[in-house]
């Protein structure tokens, strides 16, 4: 069977990729603007490099490839861009998935597994976040993300076509081959920045704020390996394929650790000092965000293999160390 990955060079599909390549039951096709994707990140399978949006180069990909089951990464995501540039976000993110899903429903393909997010929530009112509490959120991205997935609804209701709408915490770490790993441009996420610390590219760690009503003050984040997200995509196209219902799924290890904490590990693992600084709160961010992932354990029969903090960071300092400057030029 044929699995398409939209957004197949980006950060967690690369690593969704080459859990498919490495479990080889699939021909694996990629979808991706190269945008942000990285070339060098997509390790195998068939690579189209193009936009969800093109009509015609996307009903292309659908006619050359026997495709069952779509996994949709495709997206911009970052929160402080979303803030000043939210048509961008509208028109890729949120048109850019209508456009897949009319393509899907062309083609006949009725499966779908989606990139969401925990800024679909918001400030959360309790945590752990069960995936039925509130869903409020406090920027554009976690905004069209929610559309998407309330999109993806109702073309289940219309066309029959199910969803699996995956909302993942923190994502961290990399591949354990040391081979595909994290490369935002720019990068805005505390792991890679603080491993940027310790490799000497940065002086500083910029902590935002530590007024936060924490134990010590800073935000708690849920941190999840990246790869334990691929492996429940993986169940969940499984999932599609035996008949399961759609639904949506939150995925964190269940336990927060604050920025203070992260840094300190960090410390830890890398043997460097990792100067920290406070600097003034990032707007956007709750206190805390701590998913409760039940759901996903006893219906799609995941569990995180790479739960540890000190694992998720070890894995992304072997990626830094030895790709110091990321997929570099290309
Ligand atoms: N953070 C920080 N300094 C940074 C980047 C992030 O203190 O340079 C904090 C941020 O406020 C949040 C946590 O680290 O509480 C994780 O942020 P990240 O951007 O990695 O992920 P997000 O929680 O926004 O998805």
Redesign the pocket.
């Known amino acids: 069977m044929t699995v398409l990955v939209t957004g197949g060079a980006g950060y967690i599909g690369s690593h969704t990729v080459a859990e498919l390549l490495a479990r080889g039951d699939d021909t694996v096709v990629i979808v991706d603007s190269l945008q942000t994707g990285h070339k060098k990140a997509v390790l195998g399978g068939k690579l189209y490099e193009c936009d969800l949006r093109d009509t015609e180069a996307m009903r292309r990909v659908f006619r050359e490839n026997d495709i069952d089951a779509v996994v949709h990464f495709a997206a911009n995501s970052l929160?402080g861009e979303s803030m000043t540039d939210p048509a961008k976000y509208y028109d890729n993110n949120v048109y850019g998935t209508l456009c897949l899903l009319e393509r899907m429903n062309e083609a006949g393909v009725k499966r779908i597994v989606f990139s969401s997010t925990a800024?679909t929530y918001g400030d959360p009112e309790r945590v752990p976040i069960t995936e039925g509490d509130r869903t409020d959120p406090l920027n554009t991205y976690g905004e069209t993300k929610l559309a998407m997935e309330r999109m993806m609804r109702w073309f289940d209701v219309a066309h029959g076509i199910k969803y699996v709408s995956l909302r993942y915490f923190?994502a961290a770490g990399a591949h354990e081959k040391g081979l595909i790993g994290e490369d935002h441009r720019p990068e805005?996420?505390?792991?890679p920045?603080v491993l940027q610390v310790a490799l000497g590219q940065r002086e500083f760690?910029?902590?935002?704020g530590d007024d936060y009503p924490t134990h010590d003050g800073?935000?708690i984040?849920d941190y999840i390996h990246v790869m334990d997200l691929a492996d429940a995509h993986v169940l969940a196209v499984e999932k599609l394929r035996s008949g399961g219902e759609s639904g949506v799924f939150n995925l964190g290890n269940g336990r927060g650790f604050t920025?203070r904490e992260v840094v300190e590990t960090a410390r830890k693992v890398t043997g460097h000092d990792i100067p920290a600084r406070v600097v003034p709160r990032?707007a956007g961010?709750p206190a805390a965000?701590v998913a409760s992932s039940e759901r996903a354990k006893a219906e799609l029969g995941w569990q995180p293999k790479r739960a540890s903090l000190e694992a998720i960071i070890e894995s992304a300092w072997k990626w830094h160390q030895a790709n110091p400057r990321g997929y570099g030029d290309e």
């Open positions: 929160v800024a923190n805005t996420h505390l792991v920045l760690i910029g902590i935002y800073t935000c984040r920025v990032r961010d965000l």
